[in-house]
């Protein structure tokens, strides 16, 4: 018993020893990847678009377009300069940013509440985020691309529109052409401060983003998931509902939706509005570059009305992340989008 005990030991010794020699390499390791992330811009964006994998088209959407539909450990392989502080657990190695309260003013003297996400370097760059229908500036996933943009050198601003979130005036007052203005007012507000400004918005916010850069151009835009508003909310209303719709001027989104878990009312004017600002008509005018990300799994805005989008603008690209609904609900779906969104803005930047 006591032989063996003793044979051991020194087995035990060598281990615990080789632990401690190793235990330094291992940080230092890690200490200079966190620092070649932040300093190899450049290569690591040509890095990332040289290994981007093409998905077959249909050929009326011709080249441009790639998906996020192969696995993502092999995603991350391909682009690990940029992309390995584009997780949940990871962002918080870089230098962290400081989240600034900073309130706009609309032309109606509405104050429109956001937060600037200001990065520790100092940035020519900003990134205009705007929510989707009834939505807030305070949802997950652009507040984690907010952060993921940030602590990678860009600053980023996320605000709500007039009547919606914490952001002063009525919903029902929220007409299309009044939160276009809404984010006419922001990009003043920033313009003279940065040299490059870039457009973000999810489904509604979107749409007004492609709209606001086909009216003034910017150095670029996201457009996630955005409806052309041609009947796709319309088109989960019941006859009836229709019906009452137009004879009283509003109605409850259905239960069943997505959204359906906090009803809110939608004014007839709104739809009728957005026909008439003519979505496809304007889009072509785009000059900017345009990235357009759509999920799979999208139970909301259906995939065709982004890939109608596609074939109209001048200057774009598509991302098809795999499997991923409209809010982007899955922490790695959250991942490809940030990752994707960083990528966006340094290629233009």
């Not at 087995?11 to 390499?25: A, C, G, L, T, V």
């Amino acid at each position: 018993m006591v032989s063996k005990k003793a044979s051991k030991r020194p087995h035990e010794k060598r281990k615990q020893s080789s632990e401690k020699h190793s235990k330094p390499k291992r940080a230092s390791v890690k200490k200079a990847k966190t620092t070649d992330i932040l300093k190899s811009k450049q290569a690591g964006v040509a890095l990332a678009r040289k290994q981007r994998t093409e998905m077959a088209l249909p050929s009326e959407l011709g080249k441009g377009r790639r998906s996020q539909e192969q696995p993502r450990h092999e995603k991350k392989e391909q682009t690990r300069e940029l992309a390995d502080f584009l997780t949940l657990r990871k962002v918080k190695r870089l230098k962290p940013e400081t989240e600034i309260p900073e309130p706009v003013k609309n032309k109606s003297g509405n104050v429109l509440v956001g937060l600037l996400h200001k990065s520790a370097e100092k940035s020519q760059t900003i990134v205009i985020f705007s929510p989707g229908f009834a939505s807030s500036k305070d949802r997950p996933k652009i507040k984690y691309c907010c952060t993921a943009l940030a602590r990678a050198g860009i600053d980023a601003y996320r605000f709500d529109f007039s009547g919606n979130g914490d952001s002063e005036g009525r919903f029902e007052d929220a007409t299309p052409r009044k939160l276009l203005d809404d984010l006419q007012c922001v990009r003043d507000h920033f313009a003279t401060r940065y040299k490059k400004l870039f457009l973000v918005g999810f489904s509604l916010g979107g749409t007004l983003s492609l709209y606001s850069a086909a009216t003034q151009t910017c150095a670029g835009v996201i457009s996630v998931a955005a409806p052309i508003y041609r009947g796709t909310f319309e088109a989960q209303f019941s006859p009836e509902q229709l019906s009452q719709l137009r004879s009283v001027g509003f109605t409850l989104i259905p239960h069943q939706t997505p959204y359906g878990s906090v009803p809110f009312t939608v004014y007839e004017r709104f739809f009728t509005e957005f026909a008439e600002l003519d979505m496809l008509l304007a889009i072509p005018r785009i000059s900017c570059p345009v990235l357009l990300v759509h999920g799979s799994a999208d139970a909301v805005v259906p995939l065709r009305e982004t890939e109608e989008l596609f074939t109209r603008i001048p200057s774009k690209d598509l991302f098809l992340i795999g499997g991923a609904d409209h809010r982007f609900s899955a922490p790695n779906h959250i991942d490809a989008l940030a990752e994707e969104i960083v990528l966006f803005v340094r290629e233009n930047s």
